[in-house]
C-alpha cells in the first residue's frame, strides 16, 4: 500500500509517498481502507525534532470503509463508513482499535470526515471537559483560524458561550470566522489586544481561554483572564518555554491547564473520542457544527500540502485525497 513517511535526516525529516506493507487488523482491531487524511500542524514540529532513527509513519486522522476484521470483532463493523483517529492514517490502510472509530455522517463527504474527528476531539476535550465551560461564561480562542480553532468556536457557540472571542493577526481571517461562532475579533497583532478582550468583556476578562499559540501570548492571556479563569494550553505554535507571572496568576486564583495526546493511554484516548462522539455526533449530522477545510491535496502531492500547511495561509484543515 502507498503511505506517507518521515524520513530522519539531521536537520530535520523529510516526508515522501513510500510502499508498505499493508497492515494486519489485530484482536479489538479493524482495517479502514482510507479515503482521505487530515494534516496536523503537529507534523511540522514532529518532522523538525525527526533527526535520526528509522522512517516513521505519518497522520492521526482519516475516514474511509472498514474493509476487515479483527479476531473477535463484532462483524457488524464490517462495510461501515467511518472517521478515526490514530496513528498512521495516512495511508491507503490503518489497522485501528473500534473504540477510536465514530461513524461518519450521512451529510458528510469523505474530506470533510476526515477533516472533523481530531480537531473536534481535542477541543471538545479542552473545552468541556477540561476547563468546564458553562453557558453563559466568555471564551477566548487564540489562533482561532486553526483547525482547533474553528472547532472550539463552534462547541463554545454550541454550548452557549456569550461572548465567543477569536484571536488571528489577519483581519480577513477574522471575518471569515464570524459564520463559525466568533462574536468578537481580536486582532493580535495588536500589542494592547489583552485590552481589547477585557473591554468586550466589560472589564471582568474572560472565563475560558483555549491557547494554541505558547509562551508567546502567556502575559496577555494572563491580563486578561479573569477571576477564577481557567486557561487551556493546547499548542506551542510560537515556542515551547516561557517565563509566567506567578503572583498574577494567584492573584487571579487562575488556573493552568495543559492538554496532549501524547502521555495518554489507548483507554483514555477512546473515552475522549467517544465523550466527543456522544456530546457532538448528533450537531455534525443535522449541521450545527461543520468541518471547516481550507484546501485539498492528492496524497502524492504530500511535498506541497506540508509547504501549504507550514505557510499558515489556511483557515481550518488541509486534507489529502487518498482514494482516487
Known amino acids: 500500500m502507498r503511505a506517507v513517511v518521515l ?46 532513527g528509522a522512517p516513521q509513519q505519518n497522520g492521526i486522522e482519516f475516514a474511509g470503509v472498514v474493509a476487515q476484521l479483527g479476531p473477535e470483532t463484532a462483524p457488524t463493523w464490517l462495510g461501515q463508513r467511518v472517521m478515526g483517529h490514530w496513528r498512521a492514517g495516512q495511508a491507503e490502510f490503518v489497522a485501528v482499535d473500534t473504540r477510536l472509530l465514530v461513524p461518519v455522517p450521512e451529510r458528510l463527504n469523505w474530506i470533510q470526515a476526515a477533516a472533523w474527528l481530531n480537531v473536534f476531539t481535542t477541543a471538545h476535550d479542552a473545552l468541556i471537559t477540561r476547563a468546564r465551560l458553562k453557558a453563559g461564561e466568555s471564551v477566548l480562542i487564540n489562533a482561532a483560524g486553526s483547525g482547533i480553532g474553528t472547532a472550539a468556536l463552534q462547541i463554545a457557540r454550541l454550548n452557549g458561550a456569550r461572548p465567543v472571542l477569536g484571536s488571528s493577526r489577519s483581519a480577513a481571517r477574522r471575518e471569515k470566522l464570524r459564520p463559525y461562532g466568533m462574536e468578537v475579533g481580536i486582532d493580535a497583532s495588536s500589542h494592547d489586544w489583552p485590552a481589547a478582550v477585557n473591554e468586550a468583556t466589560s472589564g471582568r476578562g474572560v472565563d475560558v481561554i483555549i491557547d494554541s499559540v505558547g509562551p508567546d501570548v502567556l502575559a496577555g492571556n494572563l491580563a486578561c483572564i479573569a477571576l477564577e479563569g481557567r486557561l487551556v494550553s493546547v499548542g506551542r505554535l510560537g515556542a515551547e518555554r516561557g517565563e509566567i507571572d506567578m503572583d498574577l496568576l494567584a492573584l487571579r486564583r487562575a488556573s493552568l491547564i495543559g492538554v496532549t495526546f501524547r502521555s495518554r493511554t489507548l483507554e483514555q484516548r477512546a473515552a475522549c473520542v467517544q465523550r466527543c462522539a456522544q456530546d457532538l455526533l448528533p450537531a455534525l449530522a443535522d449541521g450545527r457544527i461543520e468541518p471547516v477545510v481550507d484546501r485539498t491535496f492528492p496524497m502524492s502531492a504530500i511535498v506541497q500540502a506540508h509547504e501549504y500547511l507550514a505557510s499558515d495561509a489556511h483557515l481550518g484543515k488541509v486534507v489529502l485525497h487518498v482514494k482516487s
Do not use: C, S, Y
Open 7 to 52: 524520513l530522519p535526516h539531521a536537520e530535520g525529516a523529510g516526508i515522501a509517498v513510500r510502499e508498505l506493507p499493508r497492515p494486519v487488523p489485530q484482536q479489538g482491531q479493524v482495517l479502514v481502507e482510507v479515503h482521505a487524511a487530515a494534516l496536523n500542524r503537529g507534523e511540522l514540529m514532529t518532522r523538525d525534532k525527526l533527526r535520526a
